[in-house]
């Protein structure tokens, strides 16, 4: 689900740069409402603490007397870090590139993706479709069709908007069936670059299929673009839903294929589910699904959608329960190889950001996030004109090194620096970026 947006009195978004007691403070007000604030996350195991970029250690926020504070706190960082103290030794300002965060579990998040992963968990509105209403939609539907109006009362905001978005799109109402990808040469590489995601999938979708064993009903994994990358079910169900295309290679983004769970939830960006009339298209209009998005626990980026889907006599209200339910659990899966890869930077970097002395270093994974970046890195990037906000929620795509075309959409100032391949145990885990403005 999106992060609600309510918060502070000004919500003004906390200035980039050295972290100081103001700015402390401002990142407060900004994630206040949001859960990126101690009182708000810490139900859900939560501990604030500050990343150090250069270092790749994580200090949990402490009072100057060395105990763990609940909220954040500067004046238990180590001296290494401070930039700057009051005479009664009160911390005012760490160095660059000291991020505020929490740990969870062992892992550091920082204020925007803990936001993102309570908002999950605290707002999950249950957006549930109403059987009983099927014939009443119909007609309200057949009425759209005519003059885009429909009782108020009947039809779900989330219908609604959708019904809308078809409309102006100009898709077809009477379509039978989504559009598919049947060139196997194609589709596999679509699926091909969906690998991480299609990994995190699996236990999960394989899992879901056993439990749905004989239910007359599928689980589906689609990518952000509403293409089905996996399909599991009893054969006998895969051969109804064939006849819509709700299969591998089917494409159910709202655009090609109207209101529906995989495409609405996608555009919507928070679970949704469907039933009968509500679809937009005639020929779904028996079918009856419930999807959620799955997210990247980085930077909080929809990466595609789980579905459940079945014919309108399968229809149970906690269908939608259970395609979030796996939603969340891919989205473990997720984190767990975002914070193996960020561990292997750090552990393969060690070395070279004791060594390198007079050079800025930026450290990526293999996706192109950063991991490290060292002192030096700040001052040359900023010579260097770069629009690069050094945390650990920057990305940079054209240093993915599983898209290997990626790297001709490098910024300007990229193409100008020194880029190194990481490897531990003979095997590359990232970027190496040697700064230098002198070019």
């Not at 939830?265 to 937009?280: K, M, N, T």
């Not at 998005?293 to 079945?310: E, F, M, N, W, Y």
Request: charged fraction near 20%.
């Amino acid at each position: 689900m999106p992060i609600n947006k309510s918060g502070g009195a000004d919500n003004k978004v906390p200035k980039k740069g050295a972290l100081t007691l103001e700015a402390l403070q401002e990142e407060n007000d900004f994630y206040r409402g949001r859960g990126g604030i101690s009182e708000e996350n810490r139900s859900y195991g939560y501990k604030p603490a500050f990343y150090d970029m250069e270092s790749g250690v994580v200090y949990p926020s402490k009072f100057a007397n060395g105990h763990e504070a609940p909220m954040h706190v500067l004046d238990g960082l180590p001296d290494d870090v401070v930039a700057t103290r009051l005479n009664d030794g009160k911390v005012t300002a760490v160095r660059p590139g000291v991020i505020s965060g929490f740990m969870q579990r062992g892992h550091f998040y920082t204020r925007e993706q803990a936001a993102l992963a309570t908002s999950q968990l605290r707002d999950r509105t249950q957006m549930l479709s109403d059987p009983q209403q099927h014939n009443q939609l119909l007609d309200a539907w057949e009425k759209f069709l005519v003059d885009e109006d429909y009782p108020g009362d009947l039809i779900r905001p989330v219908v609604g908007d959708s019904w809308r978005r078809c409309y102006q799109s100009q898709t077809d109402p009477e379509l039978q069936y989504a559009p598919i990808i049947s060139d196997t040469e194609q589709l596999n590489q679509r699926r091909t670059l969906q690998a991480d995601l299609m990994k995190a999938a699996n236990p999960i979708l394989q899992r879901a299929s056993q439990v749905l064993f004989r239910t007359d009903s599928l689980i589906l994994l689609a990518d952000a673009d509403g293409l089905i990358l996996d399909a599991k079910a009893d054969d006998a169900v895969l051969s109804q839903a064939r006849d819509i295309n709700l299969i591998q290679g089917g494409v159910w983004n709202e655009t090609t294929a109207g209101t529906n769970a995989i495409g609405t939830a996608l555009a919507a960006a928070e679970p949704v589910q469907l039933y009968g009339a509500e679809h937009f298209c005639a020929g779904i209009k028996h079918w009856t699904c419930s999807a959620d998005v799955i997210r990247d626990p980085h930077d909080g980026k929809v990466l595609g959608a789980v579905d459940l889907s079945g014919l309108t006599d399968t229809y149970q209200s906690n269908a939608l329960d259970f395609a979030i339910m796996a939603a969340r659990l891919i989205e473990s899966n997720l984190a767990k190889d975002y914070f193996y890869s960020r561990q292997q930077v750090i552990e393969a970097t060690r070395s070279m950001f004791v060594g390198w002395k007079t050079e800025g270093l930026l450290a990526f994974d293999r996706r192109g996030r950063l991991v490290r970046a060292n002192q030096h890195a700040h001052q040359t990037l900023k010579q260097l004109g770069a629009d690069l906000v050094v945390s650990p929620q920057c990305r940079l795509p054209a240093l993915d090194v599983d898209l290997p075309l990626a790297s001709a959409n490098a910024p300007a100032w990229l193409q100008q620096q020194l880029t190194l391949p990481i490897e531990l145990k003979n095997q590359r885990v990232g970027t190496l970026v040697v700064l230098s403005a002198q070019h």
